[in-house]
């Protein structure tokens, strides 16, 4: 299908926001792993067992070609996949920087705090982290979250079928972040596809120019307007952030500032938390003694979220570029060599968990590190914790009796950098 666009840069003919936000998410998700492998992890427990930290790209492991090797092609790679090694490298900023997201995200996102260090990036990030509070997910959950889940479930909740992953899962958390920023949500599809096209590493510089051109035009007159007319959303956040510097003295965000952060909240708040929504949904459904013991109880839903984070983190990897001669674990690495870091190893981690490969919903708690460690832990973790949680509640008490279509076999999770299900085919009564 093709659709028409007058956006501000004139008219524009692109194919079905829907059909382009498909293209382009399955280009990046094999760059990932998805659909390419099924299990890692038993693969991860061999290198905690023999080498935890292992010269080469994560996706050389599994012998495939991924996105993880070629930010910085002309430098030494290895990877570490015990939890221990993998917390002390991010703790040490000094370091292991993470200017390594640089060349993916600098040419279309800007300098943010993604990939700045101590003290440059707690400059920018305190300037905004008041709006990611505990406290202001209350809001956010009452003004954002369970209307966009009450949305999409009115599209379908008459069918008694559906594949929520792509109808629920992969739509809600885009609509979120689109209402909080208080941008227009009539093509969502439009914004996500873009975001995707702006952040992945596989993606062409010609593409990603394009997308970043698109969206800023987009962006920038609602920066001006939220500066003269200010609200609640992040964007007036943003526009009246001010950024303290090492010597006390404080200054406003200027335009280009408050762009970059727009640029990576609109990819972070969405491209994470729907893969997540549908690994906890095929988590349930494999399981129906234990769905229904969250249908029956409730207040379980948290320990739900927390083991589903830790047991199939969506994102699976980040990176940091070594700045001096160091070891890890005993191993030397040299300056300039790009250290991996595998998430979802760390988290399947034998001397951390018992059974770890299991989703135990009893186990004791214990701090995992889906959502990163020290300066750069997940701006956003309490929104994802949040939103996980709303969003499977929303289902639950909307679709009666909700469970997998017997129609339809078990999902297949696949994924390294990326975990995601292939579907989440469901079922549940109609009500008149």
């Known amino acids: 299908m093709i659709v028409v666009r007058r956006g501000p840069g004139g008219i524009c003919v692109s194919t079905s926001s ?158 979120v972040i689109a209402l909080a920023l208080g941008l227009p949500t009539d093509d969502l599809a439009w914004f996500h596809a873009n975001a995707v096209k702006m952040t992945a590493g596989g993606t062409k510089p010609e593409d990603a120019a394009v997308a970043t051109q698109q969206i800023e035009q987009l962006l920038a007159p609602l920066v001006e307007q939220r500066r003269a007319r200010p609200g609640r959303d992040l964007i007036s956040v943003l526009a009246a952030a001010e950024i303290t510097d090492g010597d006390g003295a404080s200054r406003p965000l200027p335009d280009d500032e408050v762009l970059t952060f727009c640029k990576l909240l609109l990819p972070a708040g969405a491209n994470t938390t729907y893969r997540s929504l549908g690994l906890l949904l095929t988590e349930l459904f494999a399981d129906g003694a234990l769905l229904q013991r969250v249908r029956d109880d409730r207040s379980l839903i948290p320990d739900c979220v927390e083991e589903l984070v830790r047991l199939e983190h969506s994102t699976s990897l980040v990176g940091r570029l070594c700045t001096r001669d160091t070891e890890i674990g005993g191993v030397p690495v040299a300056a300039g060599t790009v250290v991996l870091l595998s998430l979802a190893a760390a988290n399947h981690d034998p001397t951390r968990w018992d059974a770890p490969d299991d989703f135990d919903l009893d186990r004791p708690l214990v701090p995992n590190i889906a959502f990163g460690w020290g300066f750069h832990r997940c701006l956003g973790v309490h929104l994802a914790r949040m939103e996980l949680r709303v969003a499977l509640n929303a289902l639950l008490d909307r679709l009666p009796d909700l469970g997998p279509d017997p129609a339809f076999g078990p999902a297949r999770i696949t994924g390294v950098m990326f975990r995601a299900p292939e579907h989440v085919r469901a079922r549940w009564r109609v009500t008149p």
């Open 18 to 175: 829907d059909e382009a936000f498909a293209q382009v998410n399955a280009e990046r998700d094999r760059s990932m792993g998805i659909g390419v492998v099924d299990d890692p992890y038993p693969a991860y427990h061999e290198m905690q067992a023999t080498c935890p930290v292992r010269p080469g790209t994560l996706s050389g492991l599994f012998g495939f070609e991924g996105t993880d090797g070629k930010l910085h092609e002309d430098r030494p790679h290895v990877t570490v996949y015990s939890y221990e090694l993998v917390e002390a490298v991010l703790k040490d900023t000094e370091t292991f920087s993470s200017a390594w997201y640089d060349p993916q995200l600098v040419p279309s996102i800007g300098r943010s705090i993604l990939h700045m260090d101590p003290p440059e990036h707690q400059q920018h990030r305190v300037a905004i982290q008041g709006a990611f509070s505990r406290r202001e997910m209350e809001w956010w959950e009452t003004e954002y979250v369970r209307p966009a889940c009450d949305h999409h479930i009115d599209q379908f909740v008459g069918r008694g079928q559906a594949d929520l992953y792509s109808e629920y899962c992969v739509r809600v958390p885009i609509r």
